[in-house]
């Protein structure tokens, strides 16, 4: 990673609030527990990442929003959008501290709070990490669309790089 995405990241944090600054401030390292860190910490980890996809996922309703009607493009509005979803799809693979895998199949588990991460993520990391890329790229590309015909395509190719993450690296239940 170089020196620009963490300059990118920010000036994304500085940009935003909210939920962007919620997690912002749970990936900076927890305060010192008495009892059960490490439990608690996971916990927090897994909870950030809820909340940066949550956060993911509210970008792209929006866009979705635009791309799925004939109308007129806000290219400055949509691009704001598009470049939250970049800079939080670059901080996402890096939430994945071993600890941090826990699915199990047939388990009962809380939608607020369980991780709904495959294992597959950790058996295959490198390629969850160049999808997490990849699809950060397209976001960013969207975010720099100067006509309404490139932002379509990059959106359109960033709700497939969603779906194809989720396909392969998400548990639906
Ligand atoms: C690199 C893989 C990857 C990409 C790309 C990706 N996701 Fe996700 N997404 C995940 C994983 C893994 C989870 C489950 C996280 C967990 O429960 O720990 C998830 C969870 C979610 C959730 C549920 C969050 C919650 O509240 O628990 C939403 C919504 C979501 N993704 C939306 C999106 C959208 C929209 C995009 C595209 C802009 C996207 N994701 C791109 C891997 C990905």
Known sequence: MSRSVFNRVGAFILASGGAAM???????????RAQDQSAATTKDLIFARKIVMNTIGKNMDELEGVLETDKKIDLPDAAEHADAISVLLMAFPHL??????????????????????????WTNYAEFYRLAGAASKTAFNASRARDEATFRKFGAELRATCDACHAAFMKQE
């Open 22 to 32: 919620a997690a912002a401030c749970l990936l900076s390292p927890a305060p010192a």
């Open 96 to 121: 994945f501290a071993p600890a941090s895998n826990q699915w199990k199949a047939g388990a009962a588990r809380d939608p607020g709070v369980d991780t709904f991460a495959s294992p597959d993520a």
